[in-house]
């Protein structure tokens, strides 16, 4: 996903895994072959150690863009739209939105191509996956970056029928991204989700506000304002 989410197509994956001795590492082994042939990506080398105290497991994975879309590149006036695959379910008692087990190959590998479809004809310049931080989270490190505000209505945001709501904005989707859209451009790009079978909606405006307000209801409610304090520090520099 943060392949994709910049425009580009992965091409290979380097894992390095610890665990414990025996047949510990196995699931996650089995996984990431499964995950290698489900999406098309290899898995050409990396590391292991079987005599750590725990599982873990870091991931690197290399990939090619011809245009990119970036966290910085955000315009003001532009719709943030928020595209998320609903077709699937938590993976409990986590907050993951899992839309990818069982779903067939070919179908995960051309909702992604998506993403590099939109940059590659110019619809989109800005663009985010969304991580653990939620659709709002996310949505405030894509300004942050971009030193960008905007007002998102939170009735708008695609949601699964029968999923609380609360717990919804928390989620982190295996389907899920937010960009940065002309007026021009929104048509065509929800056309382009829309025939992929996924969720897309323009949730909300972006200006140069530098502060995030949420809207529930008809009531506008001030939640971040990113010119008093950052939440990742990777914004431009203001002059003091």
């Keep these: 996903s943060d392949i994709y989410a910049m425009g580009g197509r992965p091409l290979a994956v380097v894992d390095a895994l610890w665990s414990r001795g025996g047949e510990a590492a196995r699931p996650i082994l089995d996984g990431l072959v499964e ?3 489900v999406y098309g990506v290899p ?8 005599r750590n105290d725990r599982e873990q497991l870091s991931v690197s994975i290399i990939g090619r863009a011809t245009r990119l879309l970036t966290s910085f590149d955000a315009r003001s006036g532009e719709h943030l739209v928020a595209a998320i695959d609903l077709r699937g379910r938590f993976q409990e008692p986590y907050a993951y939105w899992n839309a990818s087990t069982g779903t067939p190959a070919e179908r995960l590998r051309g909702d992604l191509e998506v993403l590099p479809a939109l940059a590659e004809a110019g619809l989109a310049r800005a663009g985010k996956d969304i991580s653990m931080a939620g659709v709002i989270g996310t949505a405030l490190m894509l300004l942050e970056c971009s030193a960008k505000g905007a007002v998102i209505d ?3 945001i695609p949601c699964p029928p029968g999923v609380d ?3 919804w904005l928390s989620a982190f989707p295996s389907y899920g ?3 940065s859209v002309a007026d021009d451009d929104l048509p065509e790009v929800l056309a ?15 200006d ?3 502060q995030l307000d949420l809207c529930w209801h008809g009531q506008r409610l001030p939640f971040w304002n990113l010119a008093e304090e950052a939440l990742i520090g990777c914004g431009p520099r203001r002059e003091a």
């Design 35 to 37: 995950g290698a042939r």
């Design 43 to 50: 898995l050409v080398g990396g590391h292991s150690n079987r």
């Design 154 to 156: 939170l009735e708008a």
């Design 165 to 167: 709501f609360q717990r």
């Design 177 to 179: 991204f937010l960009l």
């Design 192 to 206: 382009r989700f829309a025939a992929r079978g996924i969720a897309a909606a323009s949730i909300g405006r972006i």
């Design 208 to 210: 140069d506000s530098r």
